[in-house]
T-cell receptor, first 113, second 113 residues
Framework: DAGVIQSPRHEVTEMGQEVTLRCKPISGHDYLFWYRQTMMRGLELLIYFNNNVPIDDSGMPEDRFSAKMPNASFSTLKIQPSEPRDSAVYFC???????????FGDGTRLSIL | KQEVTQIPAALSVPEGENLVLNCSFTDSAIYNLQWFRQDPGKGLTSLLLIQSSQREQTSGRLNASLDKSSGRSTLYIAASQPGDSATYLCAVPFSGGYNKLIFGAGTRLAVHP
């Protein structure tokens, strides 16, 4: 059974460029979560979706961040324009209705130079 | 505002020892508490989920307890093995919420042969 799939695994780009992170949740999971992990702030929830609809985006740091879920099998997190402080590991997770456990992808390690 | 603290931040032990990892939270009105494991360069793997009505959960050599009134949970690892080396994180839902998780900073465990 395939887990949560994220791409790319690593992304290095220059400040000001647009960055798009992708996620394919586990089939049948109707909740999708985007997290950011840094040494300073730990693991933080950015946004989550239920049945493709954004429910809570209060963790999105700035207007430069946006997330979409056009269908049940695909979601994107976009940063435009990117800044060095956006450097982090970004995780996508999916689950059945909570409190079922969330299943995490292996993350995208993003470096903004 | 819910805050989650994990002690110790790091732990190094010889193989075979029994271990206790601690997690505390400030708002006791939680629906559940989860323990996760994170291996280097990987996402999180759910280990145990304790509902608010439960006092403990067991899976193999792992046992997690929950004391809501005191705002504490412990993860007990019996007969530790080098393969247990990882970072262990606990998480609880945001105050009054159910879907959004707030994570502790984790305990980094190293078990040496």
């Amino acid at each position: 059974d395939a887990g949560v799939i994220q791409s790319p695994r690593h992304e290095v780009t220059e400040m000001g460029q647009e960055v798009t992170l992708r996620c394919k949740p586990i089939s049948g999971h109707d909740y999708l979560f985007w997290y950011r992990q840094t040494m300073m702030r730990g693991l933080e929830l950015l946004i989550y979706f239920n049945n493709n609809v954004p429910i809570d985006d209060s963790g999105m740091p700035e207007d430069r961040f946006s997330a979409k879920m056009p269908n049940a099998s695909f979601s994107t997190l976009k940063i435009q324009p990117s800044e060095p402080r956006d450097s982090a590991v970004y995780f996508c997770a999916s689950s059945l209705a909570p409190p079922q456990p969330q299943h995490f992808g292996d993350g995208t390690r993003l470096s903004i130079l | 505002k819910q805050e989650v603290t994990q002690i110790p931040a790091a732990l190094s032990v010889p193989e075979g020892e029994n271990l206790v990892l601690n997690c505390s939270f400030t708002d006791s009105a939680i629906y559940n508490l989860q323990w996760f494991r994170q291996d280097p360069g990987k996402g999180l793997t759910s280990l145990l989920l304790i509902q608010s009505s439960q006092r403990e959960q067991t899976s193999g050599r792992l046992n997690a307890s929950l004391d809501k009134s005191s705002g504490r949970s412990t993860l007990y690892i019996a007969a530790s093995q080098p393969g247990d080396s990882a970072t262990y994180l606990c998480a609880v839902p945001f105050s009054g919420g159910y879907n959004k998780l707030i994570f502790g900073a984790g305990t980094r465990l190293a078990v040496h042969p």
